[in-house]
């Protein structure tokens, strides 16, 4: 039944879109990270920020049951790049649900939640065979299944400053850049996670897990977290793992990934967030494509040698930034940043650096208040010791993209990418040259 309706729901949004571009209508929201535009009149299609309206929510929550249900979808093409030029789409239903303990249960402070995720789709990557290190289309990845990306209870004490956090949870909920406005893997999500995919798992992967968050001060904040490491999270084929809240078998846990990060979130009209942190991973596997790795292959990595007996750990450091620059008019209205640096362990890295720099303006014109405009340009590099034709280069993409409020619950993203030297130096699989890539695309999300 769960399966059909998601399959219902996919079919629908395609039709939404088509038709919100043939009707014109008013207003905009970025992927899963900003509100619905209010006020609204609740009874108008056009504005209101549900498409099947409220529903009951409103009062749902004021009772402490919080709900959401939303639909991201990416359409992209290839115009050069690979060695055919083909589209891919690929998307992703997400449901979510926040139980405030305080109201259903007397535990001031004490909150449930519970994340689903549905994926679906095709990699451009693959289809097109672009060598690229980081997707052309994010939202795919970790297999088309139904995932509980998140099932935890959290509970703040002492006037909110400490909060304690449990249960099944992607790292990078709590930790890392958490915004996700453009399609390019490189500009989107917990950066460790885009270059270090391979024992850093972020959405929808979850793993059992521990947080601590503590604020130093009104505006500082320490967060710790632990992570079981281990390879069973990521199986497409076990539903007792990647949708129960069940243990995998001990027998193939790495370790523990250790998390470590200090916020800075500056209030005001010129609010920001900006992380430093660092983790440390205490497996011993080193990532392929580096010296006693059996395979070789840009993009993916390689098995590494089980007779090396390397047991140094692996470990990385992060900064975030992201800074509100102007205010520009009411709300959301200016200019916006971010800037992400992540450095992985150079003796045990495939990809041992990335570097992301972006921009967005809310308000695109006065007669458009919820529209936006955003451009990045980033770098992902190869480390020079890894033994492939891209060792030492530089995958640089560019990334420019207008996005549409067509209606209070659905949003459209024209977008296009420049990828230079995809791959680190633009060789494929098998050291063949490949052109740069331009990657044409559509986001669409829709708040059900």
Not at 44 to 57: A, S
Not at 136 to 146: A, C, D, K, S
Not at 245 to 255: M, V
Not at 403 to 421: E, M, P, R
Request: aromatic residues 12%; proline residues 5%.
């Amino acid at each position: 039944m769960l399966r059909r309706f998601v399959n219902t729901a996919r079919v629908c949004s395609v039709g939404i879109a088509f038709s919100s571009l043939l009707g014109g209508a008013v207003h905009a929201a970025d992927f899963s990270t900003k509100a619905a535009p209010v006020p609204y009149a609740a009874d108008d299609f056009w504005t209101r920020p549900y498409l099947f309206g409220d529903l009951g929510r409103t009062k749902l929550k004021e009772q402490g049951i919080e709900l959401g249900l939303t639909l991201g979808n990416e359409s992209v093409g290839n115009v050069t790049g690979g060695s055919r030029n083909t589209a891919a789409n690929a998307g992703q239903l997400w449901f979510g649900a926040k139980l405030d303990m305080g109201k259903l249960a007397g535990i001031p402070g004490g909150t449930v939640g519970l994340t689903l995720v549905d994926r679906f789709g095709k990699n451009l990557n693959t289809e097109a065979d672009i060598p690229a290190l980081q997707l052309t289309n994010e939202v795919f990845g970790r297999g088309n299944i139904l995932r509980l990306t998140q099932l935890y209870y959290s509970q703040k004490l002492f006037d909110d400053r400490l909060e304690l956090k449990g249960g099944r949870l992607p790292v990078g909920s709590d930790f890392f850049f958490g915004l996700c406005e453009f399609i390019n893997l490189t500009f989107c999500g917990g950066q460790p996670g885009n270059i270090q995919g391979g024992y850093i798992y972020n959405w929808p992967v979850s793993q059992w897990a521990g947080v601590v968050h503590y604020k130093l001060a009104p505006e500082f904040t320490i967060s710790v977290g632990v992570y079981d490491a281990n390879p069973n999270y990521l199986t497409t084929s076990d539903p007792a793992i990647y949708f129960l809240p069940g243990i995998p078998a001990s027998s193939r846990a790495s370790g523990v990934m250790v998390p470590v990060e200090l916020v800075w979130a500056p209030s005001g009209p010129l609010n920001g967030t900006w992380r430093l942190g660092g983790w440390y991973d205490s497996a011993s596997t080193i990532d392929g494509g580096l010296p006693g790795v059996i395979s070789t292959i840009p993009g993916i990595g390689g098995v590494p040698d089980q007779n090396l007996g390397d047991q140094r750990g692996r470990y990385g450091v992060y900064e975030s930034i992201l800074q509100r620059l102007t205010v520009d008019g009411p709300g959301a209205q200016g200019w916006y940043t971010f800037l992400n640096t992540t450095v992985a362990d150079h003796r045990t890295s495939y990809q041992d650096y990335q570097i992301a720099l972006g921009f967005r303006h809310t308000g695109t014109f006065s007669w458009r208040p919820q529209d936006e405009v955003g451009f990045a340009v980033g770098t992902t590099h190869v480390n020079s010791a890894a033994l492939s034709p891209n060792a030492g280069g530089n995958e640089v993409p560019i990334e420019v993209w207008y996005g549409w409020q067509a209606t209070g619950w659905l949003n459209l993203k024209f977008d296009a990418q420049y990828v230079i030297n995809p791959g680190g130096r633009g060789y494929n699989a098998v050291g063949v040259k490949t052109d740069n890539a331009v990657v044409l695309g559509m986001r669409t999300e829709v708040h059900f």
